[in-house]
């Protein structure tokens, strides 16, 4: 089974940036992020849980829109660690974030996140 810890989270006043990084721990198989797409999720008091940012296990990255450039996803396979940079945090990005892997299944991996690992998240708070 994975687990994913997400660390990183605090408070910041707008403009301000935070570094999130999430780790895989997988006795069985140790290139999570490598090989089945990635994501940042997060949820807001009272909205639902909204993606942020998604890299693919080929490298490829896609943004919601709310992120205008301002934020970065990356990974380190040989940590098994996920990043996210937040730079030009504004008080609407207050949420908990949390970092999701597509679950592999035997022929591939899944297709949505909807099959995925999940970790507790981390608090991020933006003040003005």
């Known amino acids: 089974q994975v687990q994913l810890v997400e660390s990183g989270g605090g408070s910041v006043e707008a403009g301000g940036s935070l570094k999130l990084s999430c780790t895989s721990e997988n006795t069985f198989e140790r290139n999570t992020f490598e090989r089945c797409g990635v994501a940042w999720f997060r949820q807001a008091p009272g909205k639902e849980r909204e993606l942020v940012s998604r890299?693919?296990?080929?490298?490829?990255?896609t943004h919601a829109p709310f992120v205008k450039g301002r934020f970065t996803i990356s990974r380190d396979n040989d940590k098994n660690t996920l990043y996210l940079q937040m730079d030009s945090l504004e008080t609407e990005d207050t949420a908990i974030y949390y970092c999701?892997?597509?679950?592999?299944?035997?022929?591939?991996?899944?297709?949505?996140?909807?099959?995925?690992?999940w970790g507790r998240g981390t608090q991020v708070t933006v003040s003005s």
């Open positions: 999701a892997a597509l679950k592999r299944w035997p022929w591939g991996c899944a297709p949505s996140f909807e099959d995925a690992y």
């Open positions: 890299i693919s296990s080929a490298g490829i990255t």
